[in-house]
């Protein structure tokens, strides 16, 4: 189950990747599910997996976008390091993509929800993917 | 944690946000979040944030469309009424659009999971953004 | 509330509902809300709504594209048979579409997340949709 559901907002001018980092330590959240985030961008970069192993084009896109929908996960690697992965939706009235959320500025909020589960996510680099995927 | 995780349908013809702020006030839903809707609309009207404070354009698209996805939450005011606050995925086979959901007419089903949460969230108008934003 | 958070890996190859299908019966999961899927695909056939009753378009997508976030639930018919009900949100930088999950074949990885319910969801067949449409 969800121990605790961890609800909150990241400001105009943040980096949102960094500020979700931040607030997880601040937590103590090492496990967990980012269960969505919605608001708005000044600007993404957003990755794109293009093939096997880990070759990503980064691609940048100017808001302001809305942020539609994000989902993801908290975990840690081998050496206990923090990983926050996300996906991230998002769409103006002429542009609509979605990807691996690299960096993105908020515009006027992001709102994330975060549920922290009650047991560890881990994650290990896999040779095939040359990325680091769950275990379990 | 979520103290309650709701599951219910919106059926068709029924306009998606108010059939939800219904359902809310029926459970005695005050402080949640929206985990996620899926089905179909007839047609929708979708919010793009252009600029601050408070600037959107609102977007008329008529369906059917898809709903892929939609994330947000369930929050107090100040003046203690209710906020529902919903971003919509929607696609067609030659369009794909999400943003705030403004207002949007069920096709066949709207399929509703929202998780009450066991503290309050609150929102309060932000002068910077002239939005009701997430406060704590 | 969700009794227990499942967060499982769908490996490179596999097809991705019937690989959620099989994790499902494995662990005794015949109600849930799909909080989330990430990662990418190989290829994905999507199905769209046109009409009532039950009239879809399917469409094939060739990837590499990201899954960018899914929705959903587990729930049983009428003669206690598993119903995983999928929207999933596709992306590549040059295209971008969701919709009802057909199937996929998973690229790199998909990372599922399903809260597992303290009740029974239950489907039946309406016959104005001519869909399984979710009871309660």
Known sequence: MFKKVHVFRVKPGQELLTEITHYCHDHDISSGVVIGIIGSLERAWLNFLMGLPGKYDSVD????????????????????????H????????DICRGGHLAEATVFSTAEVAIGELDYQLRRQVDNYTGLNELLG
């Open 86 to 93: 996300i996906h991230v939706q998002l769409s103006g009235q």
């Open 61 to 84: 896109y100017p808001g302001p976008l809305e942020i539609v929908c994000a989902q993801g996960s908290v975990a840690l690697k081998n050496d206990n390091s923090l990983i926050v």
